[in-house]
């Protein structure tokens, strides 16, 4: 299965947008292997932390990836970072994004 960046960013914004600080996923053979293939590489990044056997949070480096992809002015970063890098391992494009929004903002 390949990794979908925007399915990713997807999936923190539901922790993000949750009233609660966890998620639960529960590992039955009837949840959707796309999520849960997701999660876990959500899980290698750091960006969420599992917290028991089905429930998950988003930590600090999760939150600061979506901020970074927040913006509506940083879609086009997104769009050449998914059209350029779309198969490079996760935390390099990450490294990338950063150093161009730094590079945008300045700083």
């Keep these: 299965m390949k990794r979908d960046l925007e399915y990713m960013i997807d999936l923190l914004r539901r922790f993000e947008e ?18 849960f293939h997701h999660i876990q590489l959500l899980c290698d990044e ?3 932390g599992q917290i028991s056997d089905h429930s998950y949070r988003i930590p600090k480096w999760g939150h600061d990836f979506l901020d970074l992809t927040n913006e509506d002015k940083l ?3 997104k769009d050449e970072l998914k059209e350029e890098y779309g198969n490079t391992p ?8 950063r150093k ?6 300045g700083i």
């Design 90 to 97: 996760l935390e390099i494009v990450v490294s990338i994004g």
């Design 75 to 77: 879609q086009n970063i």
């Design 18 to 35: 949750s009233n609660s600080y966890c998620l639960s996923f529960p590992e039955t053979f009837d949840m959707h292997q796309k999520e």
């Design 46 to 48: 750091q960006m969420i």
């Design 100 to 105: 161009l929004l730094e590079q945008k903002l």
